[in-house]
């Protein structure tokens, strides 16, 4: 895979996206890294960044809840063929003493003439933060590499973290998102009217009734690389569906189809169209999925007079409004937030990275490659980091919310990786593993219990010095095979002991008769699970301590001590 530049003849392709008015090209930058470092969306993006002028030297902040600690930016861009030193870094490390204390945050505040800046540290309450103990981190961004000054002073700052040239393009990530065909493909429209006109001077849309028997030919029908840009895959089992395969068989209904079809979207870069033909290349089609595939589905059913109302619209497939005409058309099968969300640079480039290791699939649409096996669904996976991450297992049955409210606080943290997920859905598997340990079924087949026991799973881990390390960042715990091995054991063990616990409380709660908790109930209020979540791991605590139940440090040293 090609690497990026980050030449400044090469930047305009990458930034150009996070251009807006009066923003400086170093502050595009920095939205830009963002975006692919960071994986923010475009609103915290934005909430994120300084612009103006007396930003106090502090082009952005940024708060990782998870890890307590409050980020600060400067992005500097270099035209040249420049290097950085040590000069710079020291100037940015001196000005972070401003956020020394909460009376020097309070000062930049009262003091700064730059409102963005003053209105940041205000609503992320960063006065009171760092009176918490948050702690505060210089991030540095540049597109020019580090000198050998630089080198030598970075070992000595160890709150600063340098992305320079070399390590932006040693740790990008790239969304491997399907390209639109970009083959040119015609349609014979010599016996049929066509309509075409020009939206603007850049976009023109041509709509004709097209023969099935040429549409069926079109590739990626039957792979789905022709729907990449569509917000889902075909959904093979539903009522939209089944009626359209219905009216295919019935060779008397094909001459009406454009009549009570909704038609199909196509998006393409080039679009030719004369009183013969309708010529396109770089195409997707964005809407029709299941339109499509169902026809090819029953190609040999299809007659001379079956035709589809086809609206062509010559546009980039990648553009903004792609987005928009995709969004708008798609309505035939009930579009859902998890089915927007589908073509998010931060779902594709989790698909990308889960799906480089090799261990699992990431499936981010409906009906998006059936063949896959062992996959993880981007909407199991939004469950996992609720109850994980940001331990709210009550609100996992909301699935409503997990791509829509919920979306940027469950996937747009520099955290949430491929790695990150995967691991996590191990530590999941594991408790459905030991989850008939629990002998009320009830209650250890209701779902939300799952989700319940991982949120436990963290709050356990978060008890031992060692387990904190693991969940800010478990990756270096799963780095070769072995340690992926000795970590699953690991979680094994705590796991049984936790469900355990988690079995003699629901026994305790649910009286003789065994229907006094109401855990259906219970398991969707925050305020029972605090409760519930304080006495067992109370009571986990005391067993630790007297041996009874293990702590991650004392079986992960225990395995590493087996192993050596």
Not at 88 to 109: D, H, M, P
Not at 126 to 139: E, F, L, M, S, T
Not at 259 to 281: D, P, Q, R, W
Not at 442 to 467: A, I
Request: one cysteine or more; charged letters at 30%.
């Amino acid at each position: 895979m090609a690497k990026i530049s980050l030449k400044y003849s090469d930047l305009n392709k990458l930034i150009g996206a996070f251009a807006v008015s009066q923003r400086t090209e170093s502050r595009q930058f920095l939205a830009w890294f963002l975006s692919n470092y960071y994986r923010l969306e475009d609103s915290d993006i934005d909430d994120a960044i300084c612009d103006g002028h007396d930003d106090k030297t502090i082009d952005g902040v940024y708060v990782l809840e998870q890890s307590s600690e409050i980020h600060v930016f400067q992005s500097r861009l270099v035209k040249g063929p420049k290097t950085l030193g040590d000069t710079a870094l020291k100037e940015f490390v001196g000005s972070l003493s401003q956020f020394g204390s909460r009376t020097t945050v309070e000062n930049i505040i009262a003091t700064t003439k730059n409102k963005e800046l003053a209105a940041i540290l205000k609503d992320l309450d960063i006065p009171d933060k760092i009176a918490k103990g948050y702690k505060v981190r210089g991030v540095f961004v540049t597109n020019a590499p580090r000198d050998h000054n630089a080198k030598a002073y970075l070992p000595t700052v160890p709150d600063l973290r340098l992305f320079d040239e070399v390590e932006l393009v040693k740790s990008f990530v790239r969304s491997d998102k399907t390209e639109p065909i970009q083959e040119e493909i015609s349609f014979d429209v010599s016996s049929v009217p066509s309509f075409e006109f020009d939206i603007s001077s850049t976009v023109k849309m041509v709509i004709a009734p097209i023969a099935a028997s040429e549409l069926v030919k079109i590739r990626g029908i039957e792979s789905g690389e022709l729907f990449a840009h569509n917000v889902r895959q075909w959904l093979r089992r539903t009522k939209v569906n089944d009626d359209i395969a219905a009216s295919i068989r019935k060779a008397d209904e094909h001459k009406y189809f454009p009549a009570f079809h909704n038609g199909i979207t196509v998006l393409c870069k080039k679009l030719f169209a004369s009183s013969e033909k309708i010529t396109m290349s770089g195409y997707a089609v964005v809407n029709g999925c299941q339109s499509l595939s169902g026809l090819f589905e029953n190609k040999s059913k299809i007659s001379s007079d079956l035709r589809i109302l086809v609206k062509f619209i010559q546009t980039e497939p990648e553009g903004s409004l792609a987005a928009k005409i995709t969004d708008h058309t798609n309505n035939q099968n009930g579009t859902t937030a998890r089915d927007l969300k589908s073509n998010t640079v931060i779902q594709t480039r989790l698909q990308s990275e889960i799906n480089a290791k090799g261990e699992f699939r990431y499936r981010i649409k409906r009906g998006e490659h059936p063949e896959w096996t062992d996959v993880i669904e981007n909407i199991l996976a939004a469950r996992i980091l609720l109850a994980f991450d940001v331990k709210d297992p009550s609100s996992c049955h909301q699935t409503y919310k997990l791509f829509d409210e919920l979306h940027a606080n469950i996937f747009a943290r520099p955290e949430v990786t491929g790695e990150r997920i995967s691991i996590l859905y191990h530590l999941y598997r594991i408790i459905i593993s030991k989850i008939n340990l629990i002998e009320n079924q009830l209650f250890s087949s209701y779902k939300l219990s799952h989700f319940y026991l991982l949120y436990l799973l963290r709050e356990v881990l978060e008890t031992d010095p060692l387990g904190r390390t693991f969940c800010k960042n478990p990756a270096p715990f799963a780095a070769t095979h072995k340690d992926r091995e000795r970590l699953w054991d690991c979680i094994d063990k705590i796991t049984k002991a936790l469900v355990r616990a988690v079995n003699a409380d629901v026994k305790r709660r649910s009286g003789p008769e065994g229907l006094s908790f109401d855990f259906k109930r219970d398991l969707k209020s925050p305020k029972k699970i605090r409760e519930m979540m304080t006495d067992i791991i109370s009571r986990y605590q005391i067993l630790a301590d007297e041996d009874a139940a293990p702590t991650f440090t004392k079986k992960w040293k225990e395995k590493k001590k087996g192993a050596a």
